[in-house]
């Protein structure tokens, strides 16, 4: 079973759209960067709540020109003279810092031919200023996981990074001179229109948020709302340098933004820095202008309807909802969550339970004036849309609301209440979690919507459904003219006041004493060894230490079988893993999920080929009870035949979706080439035909088979980092693993290398804006390889970054794609691996792309890299995996594979030397004798019309 394969199966076992099409629909539009890394720490001792949280000197001495606001929970609130409002949130607990500069203007400030001004901005501020020319590529030197993104509301640029001083006193004086001294000329747009335009025409290839947008559209007829955020494409086209110009001018002002700093750092040498970068900015003498437009209250149900190319049918309903900071709006949008809960809600009961549908959501989108909700569903292909549609609608505006109960509200009380506590925890969650509160209005209401959501009631939340669910209220698939209209009520005004009262000033998060990342102490303060049991032995690598809220993460991997033992399986390993939270013997689907919300954790099973991985999210109240759940849904499931239909149903529209993605195609294309494994062979890449063939096929009697003939103790491993008692962990997997079978005894299957003729594949993707671009180049090398450590910074400088070679060519230079890179990867066990490239562009431009990416690695190749390079990346690849080590997920991930492989972290700390002492002449030897661009095999899936 391909990893790729195993994720399919695992989006089809939850809520396709919720989880996937909604969120990619509704994130805003983003500048692409290096991936942040989640965290976690240690506990310590609490700073003096009257001080500058984290000062060395520990004297409340404040900058000149700053003022102290408020202290809310560990979030201290300043205002500088000139406006700049600052939130400081100092956790030493994690080594990493997070900033967020958070500009109060989006595309709701747009004027007549101004739609997309706001994105078009936040591209060019990465386009740099005379002080920083590229600042993409210098946030790539300085290992700097930084992005931004475009909202209705605001527009945000962040950054997080392993705590250093130098790093986050650069990054706030660029964050300074980017508010007013950006490049916004002519030849920056030029050369940043076409990745714009990439970008845009990425969002045209998905149905849904083409309907999502469209429906917009038809909600809102005069408030700003209804335009996309990316704009109108001929207002991007043709807009006026000057124009946009003064619009950055008029909002990119310390009066009109916050700068929010969370993590590990002295706050006091924060303020400091604050006050010499931004304290001379001018508070500007313009007003900004007046915001007039009130959407009016809809009178009449509204209807549009898409015909596309591909993918499922999926019906919609959306109706208005008053703004964020408003009573009524919590009160909503948990009512929205309880309507759509899977599998509890009542649209779930009424649409998936009954076959209309695959999978259903709900999500209610708090804005900072009146914004609105949206439910819907997704069909399987041939499934009647009017029908579902008329469900839909009938149960949001009728029996649906009836039907919720107390314990919904508690069941989903509880699991917004477990995860505003994550958010909390976690400074890089904390700080986009504040500025989305600033774009709602308040940076406090993160503090005020835990207080309203416990004060919610049923009665309440049904009341607030019954006047907003109204069909005059509606925009969905259909027009239902109504002869006495029943309108739902104005959006009322905010009133704070009452909340703000109730919320405890002065006060400051527990500290958490701060934790040694380095690759020595990590191995030092791991306990390794082998818990031996009548059944087999258990290897475990286990880190204790104090986090935030007593969180700990971990995974447990069981091996079982061989090659031979998997020949003719297909789907049946993956479903059988995303079966185990469906039920048990004594437990429903709901009752588990029940369960890990009220023991605020998570629990997940990914199968990949003969071994089966848990992961684990807890606290160290919560692990031992957690424990006992993830192995009585290990050991004794019951395979629910409607669970394992809804699987197939879900999976089936995932298969059907996916067959017509461009990357998809380009990716299945090239998996499947020159691949020397028969179709009954566990490493076999399938088409799609053969994914749905066996997707229909599959059996309960299948995954009981497989579950009870693989599954057992023998040979498992145990990685766990986190607040726990270790001695109490092994107690806990003496009983869980007590009495169970043996399972078969395990042999890792085998990857080897693969000889494959080059070859070039141009694949037709109809009705696709986008075109996607993939080669792949096997390799016979294994990363124990003494040139590895050279080759992984060959590619880090080839693609891997903002600075890269690709990046600068194909983006920068010539503006043909969106997100273009490279990748390579080498086995542990045995001489196996690739080097890939990647791209995307607009279909039109596939062949110029292509040529491109030819070009850029034959300079490449020629020119080679200088030592100021290999330095530079040295330094950034080395921030990069201390920004890792932060994460206590990514460490026990990393503990995990070790134990596999029989390494520990000493062997980072080796990859580490040898980067260290690496001189060109190396890495550009190590390149051109593996790196050879006529060995690659292309695939190019794009519309040829």
């Known amino acids: ?289 007046p915001e007039y437009t009130v959407e009016p209250v809809q009178q009449g149900a509204r209807a549009i309807t898409l015909r596309r190319i591909g993918g499922s049918p999926i019906a919609i309903v959306q109706y208005h909802y008053p703004a964020a900071d408003s009573d009524a709006y919590t009160a909503l949008s948990m009512g929205t969550d309880m309507l759509a809960d899977t599998p509890a809600g009542p649209l779930y009961q009424a649409l998936v339970k009954t076959g209309q549908a695959s999978s259903v959501f709900g999500f209610a989108r708090g804005l900072r004036q009146p914004g609105y909700a949206v439910f819907g569903a997704q069909l399987q292909p041939g499934a009647k849309p009017e029908a579902t549609l008329r469900t839909l609608e009938q149960t949001l505006e009728s029996s649906g609301i009836q039907q919720l109960d107390a314990a919904a509200l508690e069941r989903n009380r509880t699991a917004w209440l477990n995860q505003w506590k994550q958010v909390y925890n976690q400074p890089a969650s904390l700080a986009d979690a504040l500025s989305n509160a600033v774009a709602r209005g308040n940076w406090q209401l993160f503090f005020i919507e835990p207080l309203r959501v416990k004060a919610l009631t049923l009665a309440g939340i049904q009341q607030a459904l019954a006047a907003w669910l109204l069909p005059s209220n509606r925009t969905s698939g259909l027009y239902l003219p109504t002869p006495q209209p029943h309108d739902a009520p104005a959006p009322p005004r905010a009133d704070l006041q009452p909340w703000l009262k109730q919320l405890k000033t002065g006060t400051t998060r527990p500290a958490v004493a701060a934790f040694d990342t380095s690759p020595q102490a990590i191995d030092a303060a791991t306990q390794r060894g082998t818990l031996t049991l009548d059944n087999g032995t258990v290897a475990l690598a286990l880190l204790p230490k104090a986090t935030p809220g007593e969180q700990v993460h971990g995974f447990i991997r069981l091996h079982f079988g061989t090659a031979q033992a998997m020949r003719g399986l297909g789907l049946v390993p993956s479903v ?12 429903t689907r709901q009752q588990i999920e029940d369960r890990l919300n009220a023991l605020d954790s998570d629990l997940s099973f990914t199968a990949d080929g003969n071994t089966l991985t848990i992961g684990l999210r807890s606290t160290r109240t919560h692990l031992s009870e957690l424990l006992q759940l993830a192995f009585q849904a290990l050991r004794h499931p019951n395979f629910p035949a409607s669970e394992l239909a809804e699987i197939q149903h879900s999976l089936s529209g995932s298969i059907e979706d996916e067959a017509v993605s461009p990357a998809y195609l380009v990716r299945n294309t090239l998996q499947r080439y020159g ?161 890939s490239l990647f791209a995307t562009t607009a279909a039109r431009n596939a062949q110029t792309l292509q040529r491109a990416m030819r070009d850029t690695l034959a300079a490449t190749l020629k020119d080679g890299f200088t030592q100021k390079e290999v330095d530079e990346g040295v330094r950034s690849l080395a921030n990069y995996l201390q920004l890792g080590r932060s994460s206590d997920t990514w460490l026990a991930d990393r503990w995990l594979d070790y134990l596999d492989t029989g390494r520990s972290f000493a062997w980072q700390q080796h990859i580490l030397d040898a980067l260290q002492g690496l001189q060109a002449a190396q890495v550009n030897d190590a390149m051109r004798a593996v790196l050879k661009p006529d060995a690659f095999s292309i695939a190019i899936a794009a519309d040829s019309h």
């Open 1 to 289: 079973m391909t990893r790729s394969l195993s994720t399919l199966v695992r989006l089809a076992s939850g809520a396709l759209l919720a989880g996937a099409l909604v969120a990619a629909s509704l994130a805003g539009t983003a500048t692409p960067a290096s991936a942040a890394t989640d965290t976690s720490a240690t506990r310590g001792t609490a700073p003096d709540a009257d001080t500058p949280s984290g000062t060395s000197t520990g004297a409340a001495i404040l900058p000149k020109g700053i003022q102290r606001v408020v202290l809310i929970e560990g979030v201290t609130e300043y205002r500088l003279a000139n406006g700049l409002q600052v939130l400081l949130a100092p956790d030493d607990s994690r080594a990493q810092t997070t900033v967020n500069m958070s500009y109060r203007v989006g595309s709701r400030n747009e004027g007549p031919g101004e739609t997309g001004m706001a994105h078009l901005l936040e591209h060019l501020l990465f386009r740099g200023s005379p002080k920083h020319p590229d600042a993409l590529a210098e946030f790539s030197r300085r290992g700097l996981a930084a992005n931004g993104s475009t909202t209705v509301d605001l527009t945000n640029f962040y950054a997080t990074f392993a705590s250093d001083p130098d790093t986050l006193r650069w990054y706030l004086s660029w964050q300074a001179d980017a508010m007013l001294n950006a490049r916004i000329g002519r030849a920056d747009l030029d050369a940043e229109m076409p990745v714009v335009l990439n970008e845009m025409e990425r969002g045209e290839n998905s149905p849904f948020s083409m309907l999502l947008q469209q429906t917009d559209a038809a909600s809102y007829v005069w408030h700003p709302y209804g335009r996309s955020v990316i704009g109108a494409r001929s207002d991007v086209e043709h807009v006026d340098v000057a124009q946009l110009r003064a619009f950055y001018h008029r909002y990119y002002q310390p009066d009109n933004a916050t700068l929010i700093v969370t993590g590990r750092f002295d706050a006091g040498q924060v303020l400091r820095w604050i006050a010499d970068d931004f304290g001379p900015l001018a508070k500007p003498a313009r007003t900004l202008p």
């Open 576 to 587: 059988t893993a995303a079966m185990l939270l469906r039920g048990t013997d004594s437990l």
């Open 675 to 835: 691949q020397p494994w028969q179709p009954d062979d566990i490493r076999y890449t399938p088409t799609t035909s053969e994914l749905l063939a066996q997707t229909r096929t599959l059996t309960r009697a299948q995954l009981r088979q497989f579950h009870d003939r693989f599954y057992g103790a023998g040979d498992i491993s145990v990685a766990l980092v986190g607040d726990f008692d270790p001695q109490a962990l092994r107690h806990s997997l003496q009983a869980g693993l007590a009495g169970w079978q043996r399972a078969p005894a395990y042999t890792r299957i085998p990857d080897p290398w693969y000889a494959v003729t080059p070859k070039t594949f141009h694949i037709p993707a109809p009705g696709k804006a986008n075109a996607n671009y993939l080669a792949t180049l096997p390799l016979k090398i294994q990363d124990s390889d003494p040139r590895w450590p050279a080759l992984m910074l060959a590619n880090y400088l080839l693609g891997g970054s903002e600075d890269s070679r690709l990046w600068q060519s194909i983006r920068v230079k010539q503006g043909l794609s969106y997100g273009v890179g490279s990748n390579l990867r080498a086995s542990a066990f045995e001489p196996s691996g690739a080097w």
